[in-house]
């Protein structure tokens, strides 16, 4: 098989697996990724990849739970808004 074709099958396996996944276990997940993905990175350049590869999962997990939080909080405002507009619809 040709890289281009490994790594196609390696992407549709991944999402295929996230599918029975709630919103915040999404989220936290890939925040975890692309942390892991970045940390290594700067991990490279300082010497420890393992290092910071674990680092930036950590990181990335967190940033991605709180982003989750932040989305359920805006999609309850939203939803809160649109039950007040409804009732103030109905008493006019």
């Given amino acids: 098989m040709r890289p281009r074709n490994i790594a196609s099958w ?8 996230c599918a029975d996944m709630t919103s915040t ?4 997940m890939s925040g975890a990724a692309i942390g892991t993905a970045g940390g290594a990175l700067i991990g490279a350049i300082g010497g420890n990849t393992a290092m910071g590869a674990v680092i930036g999962a950590a990181a990335g997990a967190t940033g991605g739970y709180i982003w989750d939080q932040h989305k359920k909080s805006e999609q309850r405002a939203y939803e809160q808004g649109v039950e007040e507009g409804k009732a103030s619809a ?3």
């Fill in 25 to 28: 276990q999404q989220r936290t």
């Fill in 90 to 92: 109905a008493t006019q």
């Fill in 10 to 17: 390696v992407v549709a396996i991944l999402l295929l697996g």
